[in-house]
């Protein structure tokens, strides 16, 4: 069963730094591109970052380049976002998600973690 498993959300400072990792289950993150998502209250769900499997290239949104860093463990088959300088506008839940491609697309993800909340406070 493929399963993916977010983890390492909470509140924070404005200013401060979060790691959230992204741990797969039934399958071997080595081969595909991982993208993390959020979705603020009222707002669609974003994509805002990716990494590659094919070539390890990452991927930013223009809003949390710089500040933003996309990593993966394959040996711990487990991807990470660590965040920092965070804005109260980072404020979402966050999800990792899989098109099952080995490279960042434009696919719509098909598999989803449940998400963690992140919170910003001013």
């Known amino acids: 069963q493929v399963q993916l498993v977010e983890s390492g959300g909470g509140l924070v400072q404005a200013g401060g730094s979060l790691r959230l990792s992204c741990a797969a289950s039934g399958f071997t993150l080595d081969y595909y591109a991982i993208s993390w998502f959020r979705q603020a209250p009222g707002k669609e769900r974003e994509g805002i970052s990716c990494i590659s499997a094919s070539d390890g290239k990452t991927h930013y949104k223009d809003s949390v380049k710089g500040r933003f860093t996309i990593s993966r463990d394959n040996a711990k088959n487990t991807v990470y976002l660590q965040m920092n300088s965070l804005k109260p506008e980072d404020t979402a839940v966050y999800y990792c998600?899989?098109?099952?491609?080995?490279?960042?697309?434009?696919?719509?993800?098909?598999?989803w973690g449940q998400g963690t909340q992140v919170t910003v406070s001013s």
């Open positions: 998600a899989t098109d099952g491609a080995s490279s960042c697309g434009s696919s719509w993800p098909d598999y």
